[in-house]
Each structure stands twice: as C-alpha cells, then as structure tokens.
C-alpha cells in the first residue's frame, strides 16, 4: 500500500463528516482510496446528499510512469509528490489547517487524546518524543482512543473532541506489536481505527487531565509530578495550534483550561512502567468530569508507586 496503483476505471467518492465538517473524496486510484479510508479522522458517510455542500472537497488522481498523485482542494492549488506516506502527509497537513479555519471556536491542541473512565486525558508534547506510541500502548490498559495527533477542545464546556485518524508509529514497540490491518508505508506505520485493540470514541468527552510529557535521556524509571497552573499554561500554549483565532491571544483560553484541569510532567521512560505511571495517577483521585480538586490530586500523585 506504500506504492501508487494505476488510475482505477471509476472514480471512488468518499465523503466522511469529523468536527460537524462534511469531507469529500474523488480519488481516481484504487491504492489512495484504501489509504484514504484507512486513514479517515471521522465517521463515514453513505453518500453526500441531504442538501449539504462539503464543507472541504478533495479530488485525487494519479499519472505518470513513475507514477504520481495530484491532490486538489475545492478545485483550487494542487499538490504533488509520489508515495503513499508523502500523499498522508500532505493530505493531513492541509486537512488540519483546513478544520482549524471552520471551526474557530475550538482551541486545537498537538497532542493525543485518549478516553478513561468517560473523561479525556490529552498526552501532549512535541513530535518524536513518544505521544503516539505512548497512546498506542495505552490502548492495550483499558483506554479508548479519540486521536494520536490532534485534541479540538471546546472552551466553554472543556469537552474534547474525536479526531480518530489512524494512529501513526514512526517505530512499533516490541511489546505492542501492530494488529494485521495495519498499514507499513516505510517511514511510518499506520493502524487504522477499525483495527486498534479499543474501540475509537466518536463523540466529544469531558477533559480530565492533561500530561505533558518529556522523553527520559537515560535508563530508569518514568517519574511525574503536578504542575501549577502557571507553568502548566505556559506549557500547553506551546502546543497550541490555532492561539491566534481567541480572545487575547490564546492566552485566557489556556489558562482556564490549566485551572480547571489537573496537568501534569511526565519523564517517559520504559512503555508499561509509563502506562503503570499513567494509570495510577489517574487512578489516584481524578474524576472523569474534571472537577477534581487539584490540591487533592497533587498529594495523590505524590504517593504514586510503582
């Protein structure tokens, strides 16, 4: 499936709704289609009737020896490469900018979200350093998945919403190896939502907690401790993808979210102790509502032991 097929005879139309968008998909390539599918961050459509436009209109095609793929939106610029990692990223680079655009009332945070117990906990941090593998081996400890990658959340309610793409690995752990529909593209394997050991969440769940993680340099165990709203604030703007599109620079936005949700640094070290170190901090007094009393929390964390 890395690999680009031949133009197919008929034009496969796709059309998924994610965040109350309605996506559309005219893909003239087999190959690209299934990647399409395998990779949809939302819910699929039977068809694109009931009156309503797509909020986002996509069109494929494939040419050349070797062949290539073209990727049009709404008509507009086109974008070119070869190779089916290169089109996915393309595809979720301008998809992401896209949503960012229609739903402004969200606050769009890089990080992975995962549900447990009926709340959402966001694993954030900056790429390569474990988010996605982290929520992959949390799927196998009981939570359920809403992203890998992305966490839309609605400022007002502090819900998270689903954004369940397939789940990207730049490397597969050893102790999680992949199911057998995922999809190895070379540089990247892709797990599909249909093929994750948990079923993905399609509707948006109360934040929880939120932990900022951090790669440990040297071999020892994964340690955590809770952080203050302010640093906690200062922390999470980082991450932010759309700060801009709120009020005082997304800085308010931020900062409630900090006061109002247990945060937490994470040092990640090796893959069940983290998942262990994860759990039992979760466990350890946090309500799936998010009103936790965050000083509660704090001496909870402290007595975690693995």
Same mark, same amino acid.
């Given at each position: ?138 799927? $196998? ?75 440990? $340099? ?89």
């Amino acid at each position: 499936m890395g690999t680009l097929g031949r133009a197919a005879n008929d034009a496969a139309f796709l059309v998924f709704s994610v965040l109350d968008q309605r996506l559309a998909f005219e893909c003239r390539d087999a190959a690209l289609s299934a990647l399409i599918v395998a990779e949809s961050p939302g819910l699929p459509c039977a068809d694109d009737m009931e009156g309503q436009d797509p909020a986002l209109r996509y069109t494929v095609s494939v040419n050349g020896n070797p062949p290539s793929f073209a990727l049009s939106r709404d008509g507009g610029t086109v974008l070119q490469g070869t190779g089916g990692a290169a089109f996915l990223s393309m595809l979720e680079q301008d998809l992401t900018v896209e949503l960012q655009k229609r739903r402004p009332d969200l606050l769009f945070v890089h990080a992975a979200a995962l549900e447990w117990q009926g709340g959402a906990c966001l694993l954030v941090a900056e790429s390569g350093v474990g988010k996605s593998t982290t929520a992959w081996a949390l799927l $196998h400890h009981g939570f359920d998945y809403l992203s890998d990658e992305l966490a839309p959340i609605d400022l007002t309610s502090l819900h998270v919403h689903p954004y369940p793409r397939a789940l990207c690995l730049k490397e597969v752990p050893q102790e999680y190896p992949p199911p057998p529909g995922a999809v190895n593209l070379g540089v990247t394997t892709h797990i599909p939502a249909q093929a994750l050991p948990r079923a993905p969440v399609y509707e948006p769940k109360p934040l929880s907690a939120i932990f900022l993680l951090s790669r440990m $340099h040297v071999s020892g165990a994964p340690a955590i401790r809770a952080l203050a709203p302010g640093e906690a604030a200062a922390r999470l703007y980082v991450h932010s993808l759309n700060p801009l599109a709120h009020g005082n620079r997304g800085l308010d936005a931020v900062a409630d979210i900090a006061a109002r949700t247990p945060c937490f640094a994470l040092t990640l070290a090796e893959l069940p102790a983290s998942c262990a170190l994860i759990e039992a901090t979760l466990a350890a007094g946090l309500k799936p509502d998010g009103g936790a009393k965050r000083a509660a929390t704090a001496v909870s964390a402290k007595k975690v032991q693995l």
